[in-house]
């Protein structure tokens, strides 16, 4: 006959009862609060001042080893509960490091050693619930653990490499995410992400580059977001020996002042490198706001930089070829004039042929201007075509309070069109910010020239379509804002047209 009796006797032990009650206490809490974890959290509190206190009365110390009563389900039950009680310690004394351990307000510090410490508590209940509710020596397992932390640390040295130095990255902080950073001028980018093992770079490119933790430990790392954005460009280029230093120094300022994307403070600087019989090395040194910025402004720079040089008749040097050689091209060059290298680089002129182009530098007027002078004032209307031929001009719109700056225009750069073809009125302000020579083409000499080059009105009217769609977007443009965007170069091809009429009833 079966004997019931210990059955019997282990269902009548609170414990039994309040280990039932925990278990469904448990599934009750996560059906109920599922999406609530303040819920959770607080109920998980209470069964754990519960657990302690029917242990304390049940004679169950939770760090002393299990006393057996010899009946093997009760010695289970007692020993569920202090198995239950370590890990809900556990995670109690987890949440409270969590929820007060902060490191110097950096919350990603704070969450790091959250971990590493949360890791270190969890540890240390296992080795709690082996010693005192299974009974077993720690010393030896210890001794075990070690020999096999060796092993897997030998096996494991690169990952481990990469997390420790993660953890000291995170730690030292040399650059955090949406920073521009250059690390070992081989991988630049915007870090977006940065974990245990590796940083996550979002190349120029749009690559993204995952570098080890380890590797960047090693690297000569470059912060270009700090202290501050800002980025400073080094260019150097070689000029013609022929031209004098003072006159290209000049030259290149006026290039560095063309260009809006390089910041005024910290101001740029030049510096003549070297000179020899063959070329000047020039040194050009800038900044700009942020690194995203600095292929744009190298590659504005270099467009000054040439159109420049162009409209002053001053070569850039050839190193590759001998002195004797260069000088030998040089003179089997054609003598042209400043108007007729300045037209070479208007765009609206660039199907023309060179006969053509010197046929309509002959009717270039010259002015010029210093700096200071406003070239165009708010009402004017302008019936002639003007091309800068040095210098740099600054085009500004009347604000409410003060004049904003809408863009600057160097050599190749023309305005007046707009007025010339439309009659109506500017409202935009030009002034020039050095020594400006400008050339004047009268309406008379540009209409003939519309109705023979179609190509010429066709990229006339693309040209002031694109200006005045960008103008928009700013609010100055001259054209009549009924006109739709996408209907600009039509609407400046009919008044081209009317243009031609005008011309041919006179």
């Not at 971990?115 to 030896?140: C, H, R, T």
């Not at 003179?331 to 199907?351: G, K, M, Q």
């Given at each position: 006959?079966v004997?019931?009796?210990?059955?019997?006797?282990?269902a009548?032990?609170p414990?039994?009862?309040?280990?039932?009650?925990?278990?469904?206490g448990?599934?009750?809490t996560?059906l109920?609060?599922?999406h609530?974890?303040?819920?959770?959290?607080?109920?998980?509190?209470?069964?754990?001042?519960?657990?302690t206190?029917?242990?304390?009365?049940?004679g169950i110390?939770?760090?002393?080893?299990?006393?057996?009563?010899?009946?093997?389900?009760?010695?289970?039950?007692h020993g569920?509960?202090?198995?239950?009680?370590?890990?809900?310690?556990a995670w109690?004394?987890?949440?409270?490091?969590?929820?007060?351990?902060?490191?110097?307000?950096?919350?990603?510090e704070g969450?790091?050693?959250q971990?590493?410490?949360?890791?270190?508590?969890y540890?240390?209940?296992?080795?709690?619930?082996?010693s005192?509710?299974?009974?077993?020596p720690?010393q030896?397992?210890?001794?075990?653990s070690?020999?096999?932390?060796?092993?897997?640390?030998?096996?494991?040295q690169?990952?481990?490499?990469?997390?420790?130095?993660?953890?000291v990255l995170?730690?030292?902080r040399?650059?955090?995410?949406?920073?521009?950073?250059?690390?070992?001028?081989a991988?630049?980018?915007?870090?977006?992400?940065?974990n245990?093992?590796?940083?996550?770079?979002?190349?120029?490119?749009?690559?993204?580059a995952?570098?080890?933790?380890?590797?960047?430990?090693k690297?000569?790392?470059?912060n270009?977001?700090s202290?501050s954005?800002?980025h400073?460009i080094?260019?150097?280029?070689?000029?013609?020996?022929?031209?004098?230093?003072?006159?290209?120094?000049v030259?290149?300022?006026h290039?560095?002042?063309?260009?809006?994307?390089?910041?005024t403070?910290?101001?740029?600087?030049l510096?003549?490198?070297?000179?020899?019989?063959?070329?000047?090395?020039?040194e050009?040194?800038?900044f700009v706001?942020?690194?995203?910025?600095?292929?744009?402004?190298?590659n504005?720079?270099?467009d000054?930089i040439?159109?420049?040089?162009?409209?002053?008749?001053?070569?850039l040097?050839?190193?590759?070829?001998?002195?004797?050689?260069?000088?030998?091209?040089?003179?089997?060059?054609?003598p042209?004039?400043?108007?007729?290298?300045?037209?070479d680089?208007?765009t609206?002129?660039a199907?023309?042929?060179?006969?053509?182009?010197?046929?309509?530098a002959t009717?270039?007027?010259?002015?010029?201007?210093?700096?200071?002078d406003i070239?165009?004032?708010?009402?004017?209307?302008?019936?002639s075509l003007f091309?800068?031929?040095?210098?740099?001009l600054?085009?500004?719109?009347n604000?409410?309070?003060?004049?904003?700056?809408?863009?600057?225009?160097g050599?190749?750069?023309?305005?007046?069109?707009i007025?010339?073809?439309t009659?109506?009125?500017?409202?935009?302000?030009?002034i020039?910010?050095?020594?400006?020579?400008v050339?004047?083409l009268a309406?008379?000499?540009?209409?003939?020239?519309?109705a023979a080059?179609?190509?010429v009105?066709?990229?006339l009217?693309?040209?002031?379509?694109?200006r005045?769609?960008?103008?928009r977007?700013?609010?100055?443009?001259?054209?009549?804002?009924?006109?739709?965007?996408n209907?600009?170069t039509?609407?400046?091809?009919?008044r081209i047209?009317?243009?031609?009429?005008?011309?041919?009833a006179?």
């Amino acid at each position: 006959m079966v004997d019931y009796s210990p059955l019997i006797d282990t269902a009548s032990d609170p414990l039994v009862v309040v280990l039932a009650l925990l278990t469904m206490g448990a599934l009750v809490t996560h059906l109920l609060f599922r999406h609530s974890p303040l819920a959770r959290a607080i109920v998980r509190v209470v069964c754990l001042v519960m657990l302690t206190i029917a242990l304390h009365r049940g004679g169950i110390v939770p760090y002393r080893p299990l006393e057996l009563t010899g009946t093997p389900l009760r010695d289970v039950v007692h020993g569920a509960l202090k198995i239950a009680w370590w890990l809900w310690a556990a995670w109690f004394v987890v949440g409270v490091l969590r929820a007060f351990l902060i490191v110097e307000h950096r919350p990603r510090e704070g969450k790091l050693l959250q971990d590493l410490l949360a890791g270190l508590v969890y540890l240390a209940a296992v080795f709690a619930i082996i010693s005192y509710v299974f009974n077993l020596p720690i010393q030896g397992l210890l001794a075990t653990s070690g020999a096999i932390a060796i092993i897997l640390g030998l096996a494991l040295q690169s990952t481990l490499s990469d997390v420790f130095s993660g953890l000291v990255l995170n730690f030292s902080r040399p650059y955090r995410p949406g920073d521009w950073v250059s690390i070992d001028a081989a991988t630049e980018g915007r870090v977006i992400e940065m974990n245990w093992r590796a940083t996550h770079v979002l190349t120029g490119r749009l690559d993204l580059a995952i570098v080890p933790n380890s590797a960047i430990a090693k690297s000569t790392i470059v912060n270009a977001s700090s202290p501050s954005s800002i980025h400073g460009i080094v260019v150097t280029l070689q000029i013609d020996a022929k031209a004098p230093p003072s006159m290209c120094t000049v030259i290149l300022e006026h290039a560095v002042l063309n260009c809006r994307s390089i910041m005024t403070a910290p101001g740029p600087t030049l510096v003549v490198k070297s000179i020899n019989a063959a070329y000047t090395e020039f040194e050009i040194t800038f900044f700009v706001s942020g690194l995203a910025l600095v292929t744009q402004a190298r590659n504005e720079l270099f467009d000054w930089i040439f159109r420049h040089l162009a409209a002053s008749g001053i070569d850039l040097a050839s190193p590759q070829l001998s002195p004797a050689l260069t000088a030998r091209l040089r003179h089997a060059r054609a003598p042209r004039s400043a108007p007729e290298r300045l037209l070479d680089l208007v765009t609206i002129f660039a199907t023309l042929t060179p006969s053509e182009r010197s046929a309509i530098a002959t009717n270039l007027k010259q002015h010029s201007y210093e700096k200071g002078d406003i070239l165009l004032k708010h009402g004017d209307v302008l019936q002639s075509l003007f091309i800068v031929g040095t210098g740099v001009l600054s085009v500004t719109r009347n604000d409410a309070e003060a004049d904003a700056e809408l863009t600057r225009l160097g050599p190749g750069d023309h305005f007046g069109e707009i007025g010339m073809l439309t009659g109506t009125p500017s409202v935009a302000k030009i002034i020039a910010q050095t020594p400006v020579v400008v050339y004047e083409l009268a309406k008379a000499d540009i209409t003939p020239l519309l109705a023979a080059r179609p190509q010429v009105s066709q990229e006339l009217c693309r040209a002031l379509a694109e200006r005045q769609a960008r103008a928009r977007s700013v609010g100055t443009a001259e054209v009549d804002g009924s006109v739709p965007t996408n209907r600009l170069t039509s609407w400046f091809a009919e008044r081209i047209n009317r243009l031609y009429e005008i011309a041919g009833a006179k």
